[in-house]
């Protein structure tokens, strides 16, 4: 009998809507009370309320359910959507890298800051999405994505900010994120557009944090023209450095570290002309393990 009035309010609730089951349960109730008041029985009473609260319950356990199942199906959408675009990219490349600057501020904990300048020149009449991806060097669970906060925004001929940009994000694995950013109106051909993307990632470098190595590093799969890689350490790093990518094939490759105004140790890696799907960066390894306060 229960799973009856399971399935029969998960049909409501496809018809009807959560608001209809809200008030259905508040009229249950009134009625209830007001029943009562007329019989003068505390059972009778009771009794309604009783019933309401067990409607309400079953109610949830049915809008949970379905709620679940509609984010799995989201996820599955989401994936499909990612997978297409990536096909697309493949067969038909629509634009060029300009430039490309990152710059990944780590915190004491691994909780990281990417800021992210974008320029690219339209090389077909409609290139409407530009697909990037994300990883954190370990296989992060689940629970860590909702702390995810990323924004994309354009940035106008003159620099300034303009409105944000609508975006697709899926998870091919644990730990690695595809950002779609879809753009507002294709641009023109031969022409250039700029947006900036946000992120904020929670444990993103917690391995480098515990002396474990740890890669930095871009790949392009369309043609690039430069692209700088800042990574700005914790205050009190001291680490190794060495070069990932076959760096001897191209000549583009510089790697320098410099401390910024705050005493922070930045390592910065600057690309030009890396060959399409060739990847490139470095990687760092703390030379002692750090001490951290529990949270």
């Known amino acids: 009998m229960l799973r009856e009035l399971i399935l029969f309010l998960e049909e409501f609730l496809r018809g009807h809507g959560s608001t209809a089951v809200a008030k259905a349960a508040v009229g249950l109730m009134s009625f209830a009370v007001l029943i009562g008041a007329v019989l003068g029985s505390t059972a009778v009473k009771a009794g309604g309320l009783v019933t309401a609260f067990l409607v309400i319950t079953v109610a949830g356990i049915a809008l949970l359910t379905r709620r679940r199942s509609e984010r799995r199906e989201l996820e599955v959408h989401k994936d499909l959507v990612s997978q297409y675009c990536a096909l697309l990219d493949k067969m038909r490349p629509s634009y060029q890298v300009v430039d490309w600057d990152k710059t990944a501020v780590i915190g004491e904990r691994g909780d990281t800051h990417v800021k992210l300048n974008v320029k690219l020149k339209a090389t077909h009449e409609d290139f409407r999405f530009v697909r990037l991806r994300f990883g954190c060097g370990w296989p992060q669970p689940r629970r860590y994505r909702n702390r995810i906060q990323v924004t994309v925004r354009n940035v ?26 879809h753009l507002h109106t294709a641009p023109a051909l031969n022409s250039e557009v700029s947006f900036s993307v946000d992120l904020f990632w929670p444990k993103m470098c917690a391995p480098l944090l515990e002396n474990n190595p740890d890669e930095f590093a871009l790949q392009f799969w369309q043609p690039m023209s430069r692209a700088t890689y800042r990574i700005v350490l ?30 922070r140790e930045v390592v910065v890696c600057r690309l030009s002309d890396l060959p399409i799907r060739h990847r490139a960066g470095v990687r760092l390894q703390l030379k002692e393990k750090r001490r951290t306060s529990p949270q």
């Open 156 to 181: 106008l001929v003159d620099g300034s900010s303009g409105t944000t940009l609508r975006t697709t994000v899926s998870w091919p694995r644990d730990g690695s994120m595809a950002l779609i950013v």
């Open 234 to 263: 914790p205050k009190g790093c001291e680490i190794y450095v060495e070069p990932i990518g076959n760096t001897a094939d191209f000549t583009g490759f510089d790697l320098h570290r410099k401390m910024d105004d705050s005493g």
